[in-house]
């Protein structure tokens, strides 16, 4: 029973760890592309709750009337900043339930810091009059108009 060996050979290990680097190798750019696409559309999703923050939902009824109106439909014009979607900037009134007009917040969860910035960590660039909401922290830029 000498002659029976239990094992790799050298050969055969240098083989699997060969074949493992090569996978290796192919699998590290796709993780990377998938956590950038990721980032995309993380950041895509909280720029879409700005905007609904800014412009609310307009295909949202009950009653006849528009429920979800947002900053720009309760106080009439876009927020002069989006920290005016968490808080209530002190230029702009209170809401006044008769008029329906004034400060009707918070328009986006102001317990969640993060939606000043991108997935990146980047702060968006909101520009009021131009009505765009900007991110900058991916390679490609990514803007959306509201």
């Known amino acids: 029973m000498m002659g029976e060996r239990r094992g790799f050979t050298l050969v055969e290990l240098t083989m699997v760890l060969v074949v493992a680097a090569i996978v290796m190798s192919a699998a590290i750019p796709m993780v990377g ?17 700005l905007k609904r923050g800014i412009v609310g939902e307009p295909g949202v009824t009950s009653g006849g009337d528009f429920v979800q109106v947002g900053f720009e439909g309760d106080i009439g014009s876009p927020p002069p ?6 808080q209530r900037p002190a230029a702009v009134p209170s809401y006044n339930r008769f008029t329906r007009t004034g400060w009707n917040g918070p328009y986006i969860d102001p317990n969640n810091q993060d939606y000043l910035t991108d997935a990146w ?16 922290g991916s390679s490609e830029t990514i803007a959306l108009s509201f």
């Open 81 to 86: 900043d989006l920290q005016a979607l968490a």
């Open 33 to 49: 592309m998938m956590l950038e696409s990721s980032k995309k559309a993380a950041t895509l999703e909280e720029m879409l709750e």
């Open 121 to 136: 960590g980047v702060a968006y660039a909101y520009d009021r009059d131009a009505r765009t909401i900007t991110s900058v």
